[in-house]
């Protein structure tokens, strides 16, 4: 049976995906990750928080995880940051990342939409965690799924 990652994204699709986190990641100290699951039964945003905590990306040293949550056959998805971005950004900062992704998603345009979701994430967290010789990647770039 294909995983869902293989059902929602071509392996090439996949592959894209990650790269633009990496990319992202090279102007950033921020640490981006994209998760992906069926359903979600309430809210997306309340489920993106609790995945953020078992997949323990609120253990980044400076607090500065995000995590692009997307429930694939409630067509839902949420971004979520961790306390270090909530600390110093305004309250609607995510919400042109989020149009971004819609507009793509709306037209049955995933994977472009997950890549223009990262990367505005990056642009936006280069901002305010910019990329420094001692950052490491904390979290892995690959997609994950429950």
């Known amino acids: 049976m294909a995983s869902l990652v293989e059902e929602f994204l071509t392996a090439e699709e ?3 995906i990650v790269e633009a ?4 990641e090279l102007n950033t100290s921020g640490e981006i990750r994209v998760h992906l699951e069926r359903t979600c039964k309430g809210e997306a945003l309340q489920r993106a928080k609790v995945l953020f905590h078992q997949l323990k990306m ?6 500065n995880g995000v995590l692009i949550y997307v429930a694939v056959d409630a067509k839902k998805f949420a971004i979520c940051g961790d306390r270090g971005i909530n600390n110093v950004v305004p309250s609607d900062f995510w919400q042109s990342t989020k149009d ?3 507009a793509a998603f709306k037209q049955g345009h995933f994977k472009s939409g997950l890549v223009n979701g990262i990367e505005s994430a990056g642009k936006q967290l280069a901002e305010f965690f910019p990329w420094d010789e001692d950052d490491i990647n ?3 770039d690959q997609i994950s799924t429950s």
């Open 100 to 102: 971004l992704m819609q």
């Open 138 to 140: 904390e979290l892995s």
């Open 58 to 63: 609120d253990n980044t040293k400076a607090e």
């Open 14 to 16: 996949e592959q894209e």
């Open 21 to 24: 986190i990496r990319l992202a």
